[in-house]
Nanobody, 121 residues
């Protein structure tokens, strides 16, 4: 069984910083892509940042220059460093991984349980 567990959310004032972590555990052969999504109240879930299968990164326009996605392959962990936070960044943040549990199985999608980020003005 594979689990993704996020941590690092909380309450921060506008202009502040938070670092989210997402650790994957269980039987993992290879993680193909990592993503961070967020969902604000009453809004659809949106992609915030991602590592592609080739290792490049992509960011939503709304977070470019402020958020940085990074990873530690040895720990099967992905991070989201969030700087210059704004009230509109308030949301539940979810990590997502597309991975193979072993050489023969196809890619499968896994989601974390989410961590809440609240930015006060």
């Amino acid at each position: 069984q594979v689990r993704l567990v996020e941590s690092g959310g909380g309450l921060v004032q506008a202009g502040g910083s938070l670092r989210l972590s997402c650790a994957a555990s269980g039987s993992i052969f290879r993680i193909n892509t990592w993503d961070w999504y967020r969902q604000a109240p009453g809004k659809q879930r949106e992609l915030v940042a991602s590592f592609t299968s080739g290792g490049s990164t992509n960011y939503a326009n709304s977070v470019k220059g402020r958020f940085t996605i990074s990873r530690d392959n040895a720990k099967n962990t992905v991070y989201l460093q969030m700087n210059s936070l704004k009230p509109e960044d308030t949301a539940d943040y979810y990590c997502h991984a597309s991975l193979k549990r072993d050489y023969l199985t196809p890619l499968s999608d896994y989601w974390g349980q989410g961590t809440q980020v609240t930015v006060s003005s």
